[in-house]
């Protein structure tokens, strides 16, 4: 068999891969047909994808956006894609979601979830689907026909779940594992996808009891909202290179006399940004994490600008360590913000 011909057999393979991503395929799933079936088809080419692909760029990257609401309210979560270097026109993931404190609207139109909403124009559309055995939602991003045009950086759907009655604490809303997320580029050739491995999901934030003054006897009550407290941390980073290492550690302490509710975000150089589970610190403490990145987000080498939000006045010091081939480290001089 010449080159020619075992390409065109293989294009012809891969291009088969690319009905799962269909509005056929989408349309069995609703209809009943389990997700193990409705992803098994997404995969059946990685085998030979793998055998053909060459190292290029860094993998695409695919995650979830976090959010802060109080019980009884809709809350939403952004689809993030990051995809530099890549011609990505087909992605596929699943969504599961702690549904001891969120629900989804399970209604659908159009065959799709109402409660996803599509931020990609023509020729791209969004079909989603629930699989209530799992209780994971499947999304798929696709186009019928070919184009050259791949998918854009940035936000692509926007799910839209609701904080029961009576929640408290941090919902998880993250990106199922297995089956694994996939992208293919216009020849149904599978590229390399990370699923950054960031807590997303809902801080549910409590409800602020109101008062009300003397002689107001009938009248409602006021909500007295906490103000939020930001400080911004530049230039975090966590770089590990032939032997070498660098990382940004980060010291939060808690100054003041009650307890402080704290939630990290990360604005990575790429613009885009995660966000890690919230923490809390008791009155006189501290929390210390010698690679901030990592404790916070997982790992991967990363670097941006590091925020962090509380209801009171905290202590924050930083500093950048280095080790060399020989394990030799040096670490740079310590910044402090208030």
């Known amino acids: 068999?010449?080159?020619?011909?075992?390409?065109?057999?293989?294009?012809?393979?891969?291009?088969?891969?690319?009905?799962a991503v269909s509005p056929d395929t989408c349309a069995i799933g609703i209809n009943g047909t389990s997700m193990k079936t409705w992803?098994?088809?997404?995969?059946?080419?990685?085998?030979?994808?793998?055998?053909?692909?060459?190292?290029?760029?860094?993998?695409?990257?695919?995650?979830?956006?976090?959010?802060?609401a109080p019980p009884g309210t809709e809350v939403p979560i952004d689809v993030m894609f990051h995809a530099p270097g890549h011609s990505a026109t087909a992605l596929a993931?699943?969504?599961?979601?702690?549904?001891?404190?969120?629900?989804?609207?399970?209604?659908?139109?159009?065959?799709?979830l109402t409660a996803v909403e599509s931020l990609?124009?023509?020729?791209?559309?969004?079909?989603?689907?629930?699989?209530?055995?799992?209780?994971?939602?499947?999304?798929?991003?696709?186009?019928?026909g070919f184009i050259t045009d791949p998918l854009p950086d940035g936000t692509l759907a926007r799910l839209h779940l609701k904080v029961q009655p009576g929640a408290e604490g941090f919902a998880y809303v993250r990106i199922a594992p297995t089956p694994a997320p996939e992208a293919a580029d216009r020849y149904g050739s599978l590229i390399q996808l990370t699923a950054t491995p960031s807590s997303s999901g809902v801080s549910i934030s409590p409800v602020q009891s109101g008062s009300t003054s003397t002689g107001d006897v009938g009248r409602d009550r006021t909500r007295h909202h906490v103000p939020e407290i930001m400080v911004t941390v530049p230039d975090v980073l966590r770089l590990h290179d032939r032997g070498k290492a660098s990382a940004t550690a980060l010291t939060v302490t808690n100054p003041g006399d009650e307890r402080v509710d704290v939630s990290f975000s990360m604005q990575r150089?790429?613009?885009?940004?995660?966000?890690?589970?919230?923490?809390?610190?008791?009155?006189?403490?501290?929390?210390?994490a010698d690679d901030v990145i990592g404790a916070?987000?997982?790992?991967?080498?990363?670097?941006?600008?590091?925020?962090?939000?509380?209801?009171?006045?905290?202590?924050i010091e930083a500093r950048t360590w280095h080790t060399d081939a020989r394990g030799v480290r040096t670490t740079d001089e310590t910044r402090s913000f208030h």
């Open 39 to 68: 992803m098994i088809s997404l995969g059946l080419t990685a085998l030979m994808s793998a055998a053909v692909a060459a190292q290029g760029p860094m993998p695409a990257e695919i995650l979830l956006g976090s959010a802060t």
């Open 1 to 19: 068999m010449d080159y020619n011909e075992r390409t065109e057999k293989e294009r012809g393979l891969l291009g088969w891969r690319r009905s």
């Open 93 to 112: 993931l699943s969504i599961e979601f702690d549904a001891s404190r969120l629900t989804l609207d399970t209604s659908t139109t159009g065959g799709s």
């Open 120 to 144: 990609v124009g023509p020729p791209y559309r969004v079909s989603s689907f629930y699989f209530p055995q799992s209780g994971r939602i499947g999304i798929s991003i696709y186009t019928d």
């Open 296 to 315: 916070l987000f997982g790992d991967g080498d990363a670097g941006g600008i590091l925020s962090v939000v509380s209801s009171r006045p905290l202590d």
């Open 269 to 288: 150089r790429s613009g885009i940004i995660v966000t890690a589970a919230p923490i809390e610190i008791e009155p006189g403490e501290f929390w210390r």
